[in-house]
């Protein structure tokens, strides 16, 4: 979710030539918490001027958006105006790897509540350091998950690594991506009792996973700047949510703007927590009643 950005052009070795994300400037390594949620600027489809992407698509009449640390380098978020602007939801990032946290999440967590929207943390995956537990169970922790009717599902932001001269595919196999998406959600449900979102971009996913479709019993936060809805990754069949159109550091206010597939009442079953998946305890022991001395 970084802000500060030089274009690269990353070959993709797996039949198909993408376009980069993005990488932090003059990144030479991979600098924890530059990675932000703007995997939907896909190689080969035309980006449409972000003034023509303000309004929200056709049917949908959900709004929201997301932000990370770097929405920050104008000021603080004046959340009472993303309210006025008709948004219903926010997704802030929360963490990266096993390490970074977002210095502005507690604060823009709180604040984002207050103001009255339904608010939900992601993590950016970071699969190279091969410790899906340790991520997981460092993103819950820092997190701020509540059974609040307030807190939306949490999300895994699952796209191209950002910084210069990486490999396209965290230079894991598709097996190896795979298992470690599943290791990691499966932790966050675990512990939280609650399935996550997985955000991506179809022209990462499909590639990088070899089109594996078995994720989806997960919801999908689907990335792609075009004026129609961008073809699905393998193994859903609907997107909850779509990512249209990326945000603007250099403009106050330009946030990353997404909309829900549903009613404002649908988005309000994404607060509601689920029967947790962790084994159950013994039965309770019953003994008979005390007899009382009259």
């Not at 929405?71 to 802030?92: C, K, M, Q, R, T």
């Not at 820092?142 to 396209?168: H, I, Q």
């Amino acid at each position: 979710m970084s802000r500060k950005w030089i274009p690269v052009l990353v070959a993709c070795a797996l039949a198909v030539n993408l376009l980069g994300t993005p990488a932090a400037a003059g990144a030479a390594a991979s600098p924890d918490g530059g990675g932000r949620a703007i995997a939907g600027g896909m190689s080969g489809v035309r980006q449409s001027p972000a003034s023509a992407l303000a309004d929200p698509p056709a049917g949908y009449t959900v709004q929201g958006i997301d932000v990370s640390s770097h929405d920050h380098n104008l000021g603080p978020i004046n959340w009472n105006a993303v309210v006025a602007e008709g948004n219903s939801f926010v997704y802030i990032k929360a963490t990266e790897g096993n390490d970074y946290l977002n210095p502005y999440f507690n604060d823009d967590y709180t604040a984002a509540k207050a103001a009255g929207l339904l608010v939900g943390a992601y993590h950016f995956a970071r699969p190279d350091g091969r410790d899906p537990v340790g991520e997981a169970n460092y993103f819950i922790n820092n997190m701020r998950w509540a059974k609040d009717s307030r807190t939306l599902v949490p999300m895994l932001d699952f796209e191209w690594p950002y910084w210069a001269g990486a490999p396209t595919c965290y230079g894991l196999t598709p097996a190896e991506l795979t298992n470690w998406v599943r290791v990691f959600t499966d932790q966050v449900k675990a512990r939280i009792g609650r399935p996550m979102m997985i955000y991506t971009n179809t022209n990462f996913w499909n590639p990088c996973t070899n089109s594996d479709p078995s994720f989806g019993d997960l919801l999908l936060d689907i990335a792609g700047y075009t004026t129609t809805r961008p073809p699905l990754p393998a193994g859903w069949s609907t997107e909850t949510i779509w990512q249209y159109a990326p945000g603007d550091p250099s403009q106050p206010g330009n946030y990353s703007k997404n909309v829900f597939k549903g009613d404002h009442a649908g988005l309000a079953r994404l607060t509601s927590p689920e029967v947790s998946t962790a084994p159950p305890g013994p039965p309770p022991i019953r003994r008979p009643p005390t007899p009382t001395l009259r």
